[in-house]
């Protein structure tokens, strides 16, 4: 079997599923899609909750792999047809991540004696607030069905292995005045005038860099929004910052907490508050774990710090390791270009049947 | 005739005129009855524009005198009904500006042989936005009814003379960055950060404090609203600050405007935006002229600087010397506790009547 006709083979497939439209809250369709291919694979218990698929292998093993990905898109950018061009496919999802579910269907079905129990999952809802996510409504439903010792989700990395990921922390902070009237501003004290020692503290906040089984991580303290005024001759007696956090996870988040609040001190006074509105953790890359270790090893992946939060954060949080390894290349994903090509995906089967029946 | 009684004919007047509701945009009952008054009056010619009321002798003195005041009030707190108490009158607009009506309607019916020609104005919502105002309204309609040698305006001043006026710019200054993810924030540049320099700037303004004429003027800049944010997970490529300065009359507003600018020039860049929004022009207190210096020297009054932006400038823009001058506390009107005493009333009533005769 040549590595060309498999890669043809999964181009076609994954253009069959981009051609699924499921942009985030229409995710029915290829979720009984996908139900329906996993149910049809052999040994595998299969689970739908709402638009989440669950298929496990129960041989038995002494070790579990999660494999999964989520089935939605965002809105088409006239590319909502799939279009195969040469060794590329391109076409809405195709690198996030519907490429990776093409290879997650092959896999579940066709591997049938895996050295390792495998977790098959495809969730809704993964592009659209955490509070909607369809992974989160699984860990409330059924845990029972997300149990593994480590878990692999697709998302496009381009072949990397990112680790681990960074907490958010958001929290709105509101300054306050003595509200006057403009002509005798000494009669009062003005908060948005206040905003200005704090907005320099923001700026000069030096990020904590720790280096974390390899990976280098890099905070962030970004002020994402600011209002504040009453009317145009009224000194205002209040105004609001968003700070958004983005720390190590050395760090969890009543630590992180603890220390935006002690960094804030100096440019805070009384009757200020402080607010968090915002609570993501941060994962730990977890790379100690052998099979995190043998699939970077074996198959030499480059390791990266993962700066953003992503939903290795929901496994992290149960204690299993996670992390983000799919084919495709991050920055098209969501744009008109998006598109994966053959032997990126090719790669990805590859080292997770690998992973599957080498161990 | 007594004081007393005098005082006590005034109150009632005045709480005939507090029951006839005049909020702002609903003048026209008052305007109807201050014009039957004034149409009443023997030598007056009365114009009638809009909900505006103006009456002028035509005696060919050399100078002539426009007295004048605006017929409607803010909201009621619960005092729309009048209460004579003793020698005080309570209710909406008791001061501001009603009072000064009962006197001015007095005056110009009774005065009939006055030694200067007499400019009796009455107009409507001052209490408003000034593109609204009634006398931007005669302005522009009929320049020539307001043509006079001196103005007095009957707001609360508590018998004080209130010179001039200072002058309002508002602008919004609008600074500007680069978008980025925040989790990766030095691929951008947050144009909320730029804010903390600009309002450091804005907080350490020290302000002008010329005199003229005697006045002590005490000029301010503050911010009085300000916004930005794309997103929770977007560093912001715009913010946006609205600055007001407000400006000693020996400052006009092209001079205000090219001021601010050159001190905002520091904290500004290419890209970033400064639009004014409004201007309202200073007014000089003009207390050179005679009948201002034998008003205030005839009867002993305090002269202060006005520090807020006030309808005299609308006097001054023409060239006509302004001031404020009426009965009432200041600092009661626009509340539940407005109220006027008769003897504030017919200290008004007395020096008016003295500059109307004894020139």
Chains 1, 2 share one sequence.
Not at 157 to 185: D, I, K, N, S
Not at 241 to 260: K, M, S
Not at 325 to 349: C, K
Request: charged content about 20%; aromatic content about 4%.
């Amino acid at each position: 079997m040549s590595g060309g006709a498999v890669g043809a083979d999964l181009l076609a497939r994954t253009a069959e599923l981009i051609n699924v439209a499921s942009v985030s809250y229409h995710e029915r369709a290829i979720a009984d899609l996908i139900e329906a291919r996993l149910r049809a694979g052999p040994g595998l218990v299969v689970d739908r909750v709402g638009d989440n698929v669950v298929a496990r292998t129960n041989l038995g093993r002494d070790r579990r792999v999660l494999i999964g990905g989520h089935s939605d898109t965002v809105a088409p950018n006239g590319n909502a047809v799939a279009r195969i061009d040469g060794d590329v496919v391109w076409g809405l999802g195709a690198a996030d991540m519907k490429a990776a579910l093409a290879v997650i269907l092959e896999l579940a079905t066709t591997v049938v004696e895996p050295v390792v129990d495998v977790t098959w999952l495809v969730y809704a809802r993964e592009e659209v607030r955490v509070a909607d996510s369809g992974l989160r409504e699984l860990f409330d439903a059924r845990p029972d069905l997300l149990a593994a010792d480590v878990a692999l989700l697709g998302e496009p990395t381009g072949g990397a292995v990112e680790a681990g990921c960074q907490g958010v922390l958001r929290a709105v902070v509101t300054l306050t005045g003595t509200r006057a009237h403009t002509a005798r501003p000494w009669m009062g004290v003005n908060a948005i005038h206040r905003l200005g020692p704090l907005l320099a503290r923001v700026d000069a906040y030096q990020p904590r860099t720790p280096e974390i089984d390899g990976c280098r991580y890099r905070e962030s303290l970004q002020a994402v929004a600011v209002g504040g005024g009453v009317a145009g001759n009224v000194v205002p007696d209040t105004a609001e910052v968003t700070l958004g956090y983005r720390f190590a996870p050395d760090r969890d988040i009543e630590v992180a907490e603890a220390a935006l609040k002690e960094f804030l001190v100096p440019v805070m006074g009384d009757g200020d508050c402080f607010t968090v509105t915002e609570r993501s953790p941060s994962a730990l890359p977890g790379l100690g774990h052998p099979v995190l270790q043998g699939l970077i090893g074996d198959n030499r992946l480059e390791v990266r710090a993962k700066l953003g939060w992503t939903d290795v954060a929901f496994f992290a949080e149960q204690g299993i390791p996670a992390a983000n390894y799919g084919p495709g290349d991050p920055t098209l994903a969501h744009t008109a270009q998006e598109r994966v090509d053959a032997a990126a995906i090719e790669s990805y089967r590859r080292t997770l049947e690998h992973l599957l029946t080498a161990c």
